[in-house]
């Protein structure tokens, strides 16, 4: 058509403005969380697909054609390959399936189209949880399939036949009719025990915690982190703070500036032996993911979690990498001898190690320490005495340090994080003759007192030593301690200077704050425990409080079946009913009641006789009450076949019919 600007081959928007107003909005709900994990051009590219759509949604416009969109497909998805080095894995993924389900908004124009694209809204919600599982993601979430819902609820109507509040309402009861439903596939479907499929390998990428390295900055970095590294329950008694020493990776080489595991010899009869009132500390470790294999436990452990070993010098590792969160039973000793009965040739030599070519004024310091000293332990007790009588500070801004890194510590620096001291002494050690490692995890943690639990937090990551003695064995050593005794009673934040980074939250004094926080952490630790923690073992002991202790999956499968089958019909019987009554004829209904009556005198009405028929036949077998009977009948043809009805003569109708008594 000449002049015309539409191409014949062009779609056109045929869905109402609305509707396509309540997808963008959908979309933009569940995409929100992904913005601050995509590249700033595909959150660009996004928010331009809805702005365009809207636009053209609401003056009417052409579509843009095929090619155009072909051509931003494949140019989005090579700019996901440059950005991610990939198109699959989770972040590349979920990057492509945000552009792919924003372009799709630019050819939607039926109702085929627009039920995919909520389809597709529904399935990137599930994505978020990728990366969250926290309770306000949840929150967000259910606030996006809530409007996500209404946006198909409102496709069904005739454009403004459903306000946006009636459209939320009922999306909203749907939700809420579902919701028992969901509670009952919750408690009842099967557990599997480990993943039902595989997540990409990046699904853990950025995970904090622990590595199997240190070098300087590597705790201080983490340290300032408030997250929650995990939770522990004790049954009974708590230890004091200065036996919460929660070990993890022990490290023996150094190679002049970081220190590494090495080999690790797993064992399962690893041995020790508790002193003192050999009293041992029993509970729960509800243990955060951190991608390593790592079951951080109060030293000295005295069981084993199920699929975990021990090593020979006592890290607890899991078979597998913790990637989801774990809960395990443990008990453990704070006082104990370990390795008194001698090191092997093997051990030695490792505790022994030492880089040639580094840190010469350090290993003659050593030295001249040694000879002066009494025996290994006097050593100890000497470089412990250094740290502590000497200036020597304690900060989480350490300077930088140079190639021979414990020399310009121990003599230019002197300020360092727990990883400079304990690295300082474990090198005096060895260069002195006398094994040492250096051992890794955390110290301390924060009691709860309305979860009755204690938190580990990241913030609480430290680094100590353990120095071999003859008839003793391996002692722990911390040279912290001797330089600010507060880190070890008191915990990070009231130790670093109010100048180091450290986190409010950490700091804060504020006792409401501070009950603020507490309430939250135990609302999440219960989400954790009950929701996210919802293991085979939890459904076990659940069921085994109803009797069900014996049930097998098919058990479970058929009991799922039969609840969901009886809460379905209850709801399908209510709707019905409700149908029911909003389609069933007032006055039909009066009008029946009315034969009733009359049938019990022997007038009954055939299906096929007409009222007025009926009446006259009506009022020759009753004859006492003809006048009743044709003033209601005459009144219920009117209303019932007449022009209009009138309220009035309803209500009059009734009046009538209940009054009638023959």
């Known amino acids: 058509m000449p002049g015309s600007a539409r191409p014949a081959a062009a779609m056109t928007t045929r869905l109402d403005p609305r509707n396509v107003a309540w997808m963008a909005l959908s979309m933009a709900l569940v995409t929100l969380p992904h913005v601050e994990r995509l590249p700033v051009w595909i959150t660009a590219l996004a928010a ?8 053209l949604g609401w003056r009417g416009g052409v579509l843009p054609r095929k090619w155009l969109l ?47 694209v909520i389809f597709l809204s529904y399935f990137v919600v599930l994505t978020n949880f990728l990366y969250s599982q926290t309770i306000p993601t949840a929150l967000l979430m259910l606030v996006g399939v809530w409007v996500i819902t209404g946006t198909m609820i409102g496709l069904q109507w005739r454009a403004g036949a459903l306000r946006y509040q009636e459209t939320l309402r009922l999306s909203a009861i749907m939700l ?107 509970y729960t470790v509800t243990l955060e993911p951190h991608d390593k294999r790592w079951l951080f436990a109060l030293e000295l452990p005295a069981k084993l979690p199920p699929n975990s070993h021990f090593t020979t010098d006592f890290q607890l590792l899991a078979n597998r990498p913790v990637r989801s969160r774990t809960r395990y039973e443990m008990t453990s000793h704070t006082s104990y001898r370990l390795g008194y009965e001698g090191l092997s040739p093997y051990e030695r030599r490792r505790a022994l190690q030492l880089p040639e070519g580094y840190n010469w004024r350090a290993r003659a310091l050593a030295l001249n320490m040694h000879n002066a000293a009494r025996d290994d332990e006097d050593m100890v007790n000497q470089v412990l005495a250094m740290f502590r009588t000497q200036p020597f500070f304690y900060t989480l801004t350490p300077p930088l340090l140079g190639e021979n890194p414990v020399d310009d510590f121990l003599f230019n620096t002197r300020s360092g994080f727990c990883e400079h001291y304990a690295s300082a002494f474990v090198f005096l050690m060895r260069a002195a003759g006398i094994p040492a ?114 049930a097998t999956w098919q058990t479970l499968a058929l009991i799922l079946l039969a609840i969901t089958g009886f809460i379905t019909c209850i709801f399908a019987a209510l709707i019905l009913r409700r149908l029911h009554r909003r ?33 006259a036949r009506a009022a020759g077998r009753v004859p006492e009450a003809a006048g009743a009977i044709r003033a209601i009948t005459d009144l219920y043809i009117a209303l019932r076949y007449g022009a209009r009805a009138a309220d009035t003569d309803m209500r009059r109708l009734k009046r009538m019919v209940r009054e009638f008594e023959i």
């Not at 989005?76 to 080095?85: D, E, W």
């Not at 990551?461 to 353990?466: F, L, Q």
């Not at 009556?597 to 009926?614: I, T």
């Open 48 to 55: 331009l697909a809805i702005a365009w759509r809207l636009h």
């Open 70 to 116: 072909l051509t931003v497909v494949a140019g989005a998805s090579a700019g996901i390959y440059l950005s991610f080095g990939t198109l699959f894995g989770r972040d590349a993924g979920v990057a492509l399936l945000v552009v792919m389900l924003t372009l799709k908004l630019l050819e939607m124009a039926s109702m085929r189209d627009a039920m995919i």
């Open 176 to 282: 809420a009719q579902a919701t028992p439903v969901m509670l009952v596939l919750f408690v009842l479907f099967p557990r599997v025990q480990g993943p039902v499929w595989g997540l990409p390998r990046d699904a853990f990428a950025g995970i904090t915690g622990l590595s199997d390295s240190m070098s300087p900055g590597t705790l201080s970095q983490l340290s300032l982190s408030d997250a929650v590294a995990f939770r522990v329950q004790f049954q009974g008694e708590m230890p004091k703070p200065n036996q919460l020493y929660w070990r993890g990776p022990v490290l023996w080489y150094f190679d002049g500036t970081s220190w590494h595991m090495g080999m690790t010899f797993g064992t399962t009869s690893a041995s020790y032996a508790p002193v003192g009132t050999g009293a041992a500390y029993s």
């Open 437 to 550: 490692r250096v051992v890794t995890g955390y110290q301390g943690g924060e009691v709860n007192p309305i979860g009755d639990y204690m938190i580990v937090r990241q913030s609480e990551a430290h680094a100590w030593a353990e120095a071999w003695i003859e008839e003793r064995g391996w002692v722990r050593v911390d040279p912290t301690a001797a330089v600010s005794p507060q880190r070890v009673e008191s915990g990070i934040a009231a130790t670093v200077p109010t100048t180091d980074g450290l986190r409010l939250a950490l700091r804060s004094n504020s006792e409401w704050l501070r009950q603020l926080r507490f309430t939250w952490d135990s609302f999440a630790n219960t989400w954790n425990q009950w929701v996210l923690g919802y293991t085979p073992e939890r459904q076990y002991w659940l069921l085994s409080r109803v009797g069900l202790d014996r």
């Open 583 to 615: 389609t069933r004829d007032p006055v039909a209904a009066i009008y029946a009641r009315f034969c009733r009556k009359l049938a019990r005198r022997g007038a009954q009405r055939a299906p096929s006789e007409g009222p007025a028929d009926f009446a």
